[in-house]
Each structure stands twice: as C-alpha cells, then as structure tokens.
C-alpha cells in the first residue's frame, strides 16, 4: 500500500509542473522588459550608443586610433551591477574598430613577471624585434574612464529608477578630456 501512495505522489507531483520548467534559448539582442533592474538590453544598447558617440566625436586625437587604457567602469548604484562586463564590450567593440589597448595597473604586474619568467628561465624563445626597438610595454596616448550610478524611488503604486553611464576618454600627458558623454535609461514598473 506504502508503494502505490508513493507512486500516486510522485505522479501528482510531476503532473502538476512541480518538476523541471522547460529551458529556452532566447536571442541575447532580444529586448529585455522583465524588471525595473540593469539589463542585458542597457548593457548592449548603452555601450552601442557610447562607442558610435565616441567614434562619432570630433576629437582629433582619436583618428590615428592611439592605444587606450580602460579602466573598469565604477558602480555606483545600490544594485550589483557586472560592470567588468560593461568594461570588456566597450574594449571588444572599440578592439573590432582597430584601436589597441594596454593592460592596466593591475593587469600589468602579472605581464612584467612574465616577461621577467621568459627572459631568466631560458626556456622561451626570445621574440626578435626589429632593429631600434627597445623591449617594454607600450605606453598609453589615453585613459577610458566610465561609472553607472542609478536614482530610484518608489510609492505604494510605482518604482521608478533613473540608470545614467558616462564614459570620460582622458588624454594622459595633457591631463584633459577630449571626449564625454553620457547615456540616461529611466524604468518604471507598477508595483
């Protein structure tokens, strides 16, 4: 008797979807409308609208696509955000256009022990450079700079947040910004 209520449960229990929901596969450029939070969407159509911004611009500077440094865009709203991924779609798009990038501070550490690692252990092939070159990393002509931050306020009847993006492209000698601009995304959502 013990085994038929155990089969009736388990029947009961996966007929009535208490199992596994069906998994989807959805196109990642799709527009996401499921909340008032950071999306996918903001991801992709802000970093858009930033790079054509910037390729757009008038900055002379930027025409024989000098090498950049990019530091991490700053979170600044009350939300996790992966702004790491912000930072490398921003880099990925401006990579596609032919600009070249230098590690940064964090990243280069790592890079001088390796070299270091190469040129002691004798184990590597020494790279050939061409004649007049000195070995080194290349040193940036510019600094990308960016942060998110959010506004957002609620009643009993709305939530409304305000996500604003701003990237700043610094030249590093003269210490000036040669391009800015900002992406504003205001959501709403009855409550």
Not at 143 to 160: A, C, F, M, P
Request: net charge neutral; aromatic share 6%; proline share 4%.
């Amino acid at each position: 008797m013990k085994n038929i209520a155990m089969v009736a449960v388990t029947a009961l229990f996966l007929g009535t979807g208490c199992g596994a929901k069906e998994v989807k596969r959805i196109n990642p450029n799709d527009v996401e409308g499921v909340n008032t939070k950071w999306s996918r969407t903001d991801i992709q159509e802000t970093v858009e609208l930033m790079v054509n911004s910037m390729l757009e611009s008038q900055a002379e500077d930027l025409r024989g696509k000098p090498v950049i440094i990019i530091d991490p865009v700053a979170n600044e709203t009350t939300e996790y955000i992966d702004t790491q991924n912000v930072t490398d779609l921003v880099r990925n798009k401006l990579l596609g256009k032919g600009f070249t990038f230098t590690v940064t501070k964090k990243e280069r550490r790592g890079v001088v022990d390796e070299i270091e690692e190469q040129d002691e252990s004798g184990v590597f092939e020494k790279e050939e450079l061409p004649p007049g070159e000195k070995p080194g990393l290349t040193a940036p002509k510019f600094t990308l700079k960016g942060r998110v931050s959010s506004i957002e306020k609620r009643n009993s009847d709305v939530k409304d947040v305000y996500y604003q993006l701003t990237l700043q492209l610094y030249k590093i000698r003269k210490g000036v910004i040669v391009w800015s601009d900002t992406k504003k995304i205001a959501k709403q959502q009855d409550r």
